[in-house]
């Protein structure tokens, strides 16, 4: 267990809709990762927050948005789903905002799949 | 192009057997570099992390390398067992202005280990 929850653990959508996914870090980590990884592909990082602050930004689309809230939960929305949506969603939280060599630990991920 | 490019793509091998895994990247500058192992429908766990000044590195049967000059690492699995079937990552941290501390993620290599 690497102290990241996610929720859900599994989702299912049809086409058009949003869903929003929701990540905890571990107690402590200021810093909050977003993944989409596909059937068969590499890890994608989508969109970094550091202590509330949007920090960098990876291949996310337009109909996808982010925020990391007080309590330095972070909630992942996605709208306008498409069928190529469908994927492992992970977060993941360190303790510093990326450029140090602290871990970066994932949580279980959420499977969505678009219908 | 991806900056981090990994071999071989998958990987078979008999329980007990030794193996060796290969990152090349072209990211720079370059802060340091991390090996993670992914188990099917799972979130990265970290193997090692190496700065640039750090040639070897291990995990128990886990031993990476980096050569920052070639830009190359690999890692190497001693004595396999079969728990150890799972993805591989490569993932190189660097980047400078908005992109510095950003994690740039291989395809992996997907190994299997058969009793």
């Known amino acids: 267990d690497s102290g990241v929850t996610q929720t859900p653990k599994h989702l299912i959508t049809a086409t058009g809709q949003r869903v929003t996914l929701r990540c905890s870090p571990r107690s402590g980590d200021l810093s909050v990762y977003w993944y989409q990884q596909s059937l068969d592909q590499g890890l994608q990082f989508l969109i970094q927050y550091y202590n509330g602050e949007e920090r960098a930004k990876g291949n996310i689309l337009e109909r996808f948005s982010a925020q990391q809230f007080p309590d330095l939960h972070s909630e992942l929305n996605l709208s306008s789903l498409e069928l190529g949506d469908s994927a492992l969603y992970f977060c993941a939280s360190s303790v510093d905002s990326g450029q140090g060599t602290y871990e970066q630990y994932f949580g279980p991920g959420t499977r969505l799949t678009v219908t | 192009k991806n900056q981090v490019e990994q071999s071989p793509q998958s990987l078979i091998i008999l329980e007990g057997k030794n193996c060796t895994l290969q990152?090349?990247?072209?990211?720079?500058?370059?802060?340091?570099l991390r090996w993670y192992k992914q188990d099917t429908g799972r979130g990265p766990v970290s193997l090692t992390i190496m700065t640039f000044s750090e040639n070897t590195k291990s995990n128990g049967r886990y031993t990476a390398t980096l050569d920052a000059d070639t830009k190359q690492s690999s890692l190497h699995i001693t004595a396999s067992q079969l728990s150890d079937s799972a993805s591989y990552i490569c993932v190189v941290s660097g980047g400078r202005g908005s992109t510095l501390g950003r994690l740039y993620f291989g395809r992996g290599t997907q190994l299997t280990v058969w009793p």
């Open positions: 990152c090349n990247y072209t990211v720079s500058p370059f802060s340091n």
